[in-house]
């Protein structure tokens, strides 16, 4: 049975991710989203909370790990005796930044493959910080578009926190 995982920072889930999960999960026998800690990039929740959201979003029928990871993705791919990486791309530029990381991760482990799922069209568009700029300033009711709804809530709750405490 192939293991697959599925990377990201999940700050915070997207419908976006979450096809690609879902699509991943079809794929393979055995799946696990790695929630990334990114010190470049501050996150809205810490990384165990991201897990929660995550786990909240998926079926309960899906056999799906979820963990949070620090350091190089092809370490915690190799942890889990996983051989696949997956990465959903939206656009010709996301396909150009994850080439990169691909031949990188594919230099340092070359057991490892990366294998790029397209994002379906109803979501190509989403992005996290698209959507952040919506849960600011835009009404809660539009975030069902772009976030699994176990997200909105907090999302707002956060956004609009952190813009009262700057």
Known sequence: ??????TGSFDP????HLDIIRRAHA???RLIVGVGVN????????????????QLCLEPDWDVLVEPFEGLTV???????ARVIVRGVRSMADV????????????LAPEIETLFLPASPEVAYVSATFIKHIARWGEPELLRRYVPEPVIDELVRRVQGAESHR
């Open 1 to 6: 049975m192939a293991i697959a995982v599925v």
């Open 75 to 81: 370490e915690f791919v190799r942890r889990h005796g």
């Open 27 to 29: 794929i393979f026998g």
């Open 13 to 16: 889930i997207t419908l976006g």
């Open 39 to 54: 010190p470049e990039k501050p996150a809205l929740w810490t990384p165990e909370e991201r897990v929660r959201l995550v």
């Open 96 to 107: 150009d930044y994850e080439l990169v990381m691909a031949q990188t991760n594919r230099s």
